[in-house]
């Protein structure tokens, strides 16, 4: 068995380690790792472990944010001090969780559980990290965003991002900090449920634009809106007909 340890308390993760090595001998630890980021890209970039011990709080954010960046293949155990709605939701998906700190016999009782069902079917963490982001509130809406160009990846904080658009099939964000494009791997469509609407706002079909990239606002024509973007966009952004009540709304603070 092959086992990945994913905590931020260096202390936990050592203790997690040792009692792996005293319940099941056999297993190999392959990494130690305390952040979204650095477990994303060892996923990317290792083959999937039998079992992952996932504490839902990480270093740079919610654990349930990895699961928005790649597809987990591996089994989990989720380790957590207390976060309700996530137990709620791990019971009623009967996905095995562990209340810190953890003792022996529990991660043995789950481990073993583990062990008996080993091969099943893999537990859609993705559906259940939006079903959770969007029961959570602001603060388990996408922070950052992991894009791939070349033969590297880059993590983008959202809130750098000044907008995002479609061309050609291909949807594209333009950092606010640099102004230069990136593509990301999700239709605007998906977007907008794991944005944090506050934040964000689809003017169009085209583009979905972050509040802070607005320099200036000028009516067009039928009450629509011509929103002027910093860094500049080449194509044109006007808010649609449709859109024009709900943007104008969002801009005081509104609901959309």
Do not use: C
């Not at 957590?80 to 953890?102: G, H, M, Q, S, V």
């Not at 964000?173 to 609407?197: C, H, N, Q």
């Not at 011509?226 to 966009?233: A, C, G, I, N, R």
Request: no cysteine.
């Amino acid at each position: 068995m092959t086992v990945l340890i994913v905590e931020d308390e260096q202390a936990a993760a050592r203790r997690l380690e040792k009692i792996m090595a005293e319940i099941v001998p056999e297993a190999t630890v392959l990494d130690r790792l305390d952040s979204v980021e650095s477990t994303v890209m060892w996923l990317q970039n290792n083959p999937a472990p039998d079992l992952i011990l996932l504490d839902i709080h990480l270093a740079d954010g919610s654990s349930f944010e990895i699961f928005q960046h790649i597809t987990v293949k591996s089994s989990i155990i989720f380790t957590t001090a207390y976060d309700d709605y996530a137990l709620r939701a791990f019971k009623e998906n009967t996905i095995d969780y562990l209340l810190k700190p953890i003792k022996v016999i529990e991660l043995q009782a789950a481990v073993e559980k583990y062990q008996r069902q080993h091969p099943t079917t893999a537990t859609d963490y993705k559906r259940l990290s939006d079903a959770l982001m969007k029961e959570g509130g602001s603060s388990h809406y996408l922070r950052r965003m992991l894009i791939r160009f070349s033969n590297n990846f880059k993590l983008i904080d959202l809130p750098d991002v000044a907008y995002f658009y479609t061309k050609d099939k291909i949807t594209f964000l333009v950092s606010r900090s640099t102004g230069k494009r990136f593509p990301a791997d999700y239709p605007l469509d998906k977007l907008e449920s794991i944005l944090d609407p506050a934040v964000f706002f689809r003017i169009n079909r085209q583009f979905i634009i972050n509040v802070a990239a607005i320099k200036q606002l000028q009516p067009h024509t039928k009450s629509r809106i011509k929103v002027e973007l910093e860094p500049p966009s080449v194509l044109e952004t006007i808010v649609s007909t449709e859109r024009s009540a709900a943007f104008k709304r969002w801009l005081v603070g509104g609901e959309g």
